[in-house]
DNA sequence: ACCCGGTACTCTGCAATGCGAGGTAGAGAC
DNA sequence: GTCTCTACCTCGCATTGCAGAGTACCGGGT
């Protein structure tokens, strides 16, 4: 993929994983895969998993071991009060972006 | 401002610069001036200059150096049909990703 | 003549991060 | 044993936003 694409992803990573934890648990090896399934939000490994742990290690996640039926251990990742907020701060920010650049788009009558 | 707002914007300012140009002409400083008006978007020079020099490197833009009212000879910026497939390409990749985003972030009913 | 604020463009160097490539390991199928 | 899928981790590179600093043109005030 074009590396425009690349760098309009930077940043996004983060968001795009605090909100796959909105409704519970998640983890690494699941979250890739669910943002598999979304268009220009197709992460790698090696892109999901520092940020988990970034996250986790700036306080924003905790973290839960447990066996997999399938495989190896997962490691459980769930939101801290710090993290949602992180994620409600994020998510407005995104919004106000998204606002801005929908403005600029339209007034050029696209 | 945070250092996840500035990784949101890379790859964003190509779109944003290009955005400012489809109904006509556009120079350096203008750009910045107009893009400070939007939430988000507020680049400084020390982005946007670079970013208008790789496009016109690229074939994306054409330039036309006229002298300014008020100052120094401005560059105006044009562009090409290039340039006009690039714009639309990456307004699309961003309403995907936006679509997407949206879907992850509504889905967490937030 | 001199200085100052606004306009306009340029350059260097740093910091942040996405991701390809490669590595380790458990579990079930054959 | 080997293969495939699951699951996690790490190194190193390339890209790029941006602060800081610099250059230069202009008009107005003194």
């Known amino acids: ?8 992803r930077k940043g996004l990573v983060e968001l795009a994983v605090l909100a796959t934890m909105v409704d519970g648990e998640a983890y690494g090896y699941g979250i890739v895969e669910r943002l598999r ?3 220009g939000l197709e992460f790698t490994e090696s892109t999901v998993y520092p940020v988990l742990a970034r996250l986790a290690r700036d306080g924003f996640l905790t973290i839960r071991a447990e066996r997999s039926p399938s495989g190896p251990m997962r490691r459980y990742y769930r939101l801290t009060p710090a993290g949602e907020r992180r994620l409600r701060e994020m998510s407005d920010g ?8 929908a403005t600029l788009l339209e007034g050029a009558r696209g």
């Open 1 to 8: 993929m074009g590396p425009w694409e690349t760098q309009l």
């Open 94 to 101: 995104w919004r106000a972006v998204s606002a801005s650049l």
């Open 37 to 39: 399934g979304l268009e």
